[in-house]
C-alpha cells in the first residue's frame, strides 16, 4: 500500500501520523512572534558567521557593562592615561627638560600611553576571560576563542574612542601634523592587535591550568613600565 504524503513535505506520514524527521530537509529559518505576527528570522549561513555574530555580541556587551552603574560612565577610561600622562610629562618635560628638542613631544607622549593602557588592559582582562567565564561555557558550547578575543575587542573599543578624542583636540590646535607617514598607523594597530590576540590566547590557556600565569604577568607588566620609565 502506498503511503500518503504531507502537503508540502517529501516524507511519507505513518499510520501513526509520524513522518520520517530524518528525510524532512533541515529548516533555514526559525519562526519569531512580533507581537501579533509571526516573522521568519534567516539562521546564519555559516559557522564562520555564527561565531563572527557571537563575537560582536559578546565584545558590544562588555563594553556596556563595564560603564553599567558608574555615575562617570566612559570617563573613567579618561581618568587613567589623564593620570599617567601628567606623571610622565612632569618628570620628563618639566624636571628632566627631555622633551624640548623634541616636535610634538607632548602629543607623542599622550598616543604612548594611550597604546600602552591598550596593550596592558587588554591583556589583563583576556588572561582571566576563560576562567572568568566558566559558567558560560558550562551551559553552551562555542569557540572558546570568541570569550579572549571578545575581550580585546571591548578594549580597542575603548582605544579608538581615546585616540578619536586626542586626534579630534589637538589637530584643530595645530599640536599633532598629519603626514603621509600617518597612513602607517592602521598597518602598525593591525600589527598590534596580532600581537595581542596571540599573547593573550597563550595566556588565557595557560591561565586555565597555572593560576600564577596572572601573578607572572602582572610582574612584568609593573617591570616592564619601570623600565619604560627609566
Known sequence: MRLPRAVGSAAPIWPSGHAFLNIVPRPTMTIAAQGSRLEAIPRPASVLQRNVNLLRELAVTQFKLKYTGSALGYVWSLVKPAMLFGIMYAVFSVLLRAGSSTPDFTVQLLFAIVIWTFFT??????????????????????????????????????????????????????????????????????????????????????????????????????????????
Not at 586626542?166 to 594597530?189: D, K, N, Q
Not at 600565569?213 to 610582574?219: Q, S, T
Open 121 to 230: 588592559e587588554s591583556t589583563v582582562v583576556a588572561v582571566n576571560s576563560v576562567v572568568a567565564s566558566a559558567n558560560l561555557i558550562r551551559k553552551a558550547y562555542f569557540p572558546r576563542w570568541i570569550i579572549v578575543v571578545a575581550s580585546i575587542l571591548t578594549a580597542l573599543m575603548t582605544f579608538l574612542i581615546n585616540a578619536a578624542l586626542i586626534i579630534v583636540i589637538t589637530v584643530p590646535l595645530g599640536s599633532m601634523h598629519l603626514g603621509l607617514r600617518s597612513l602607517a598607523a592602521p598597518l602598525l594597530l593591525v600589527e598590534l592587535l596580532m600581537l595581542i590576540i596571540g599573547l593573550s590566547l597563550l595566556l588565557s590557556s595557560l591561565f586555565v591550568y597555572y593560576r600564577d600565569v596572572g601573578h607572572i604577568w602582572a610582574l612584568r607588566r609593573s617591570s616592564r613600565i619601570s623600565a619604560t620609565h627609566s
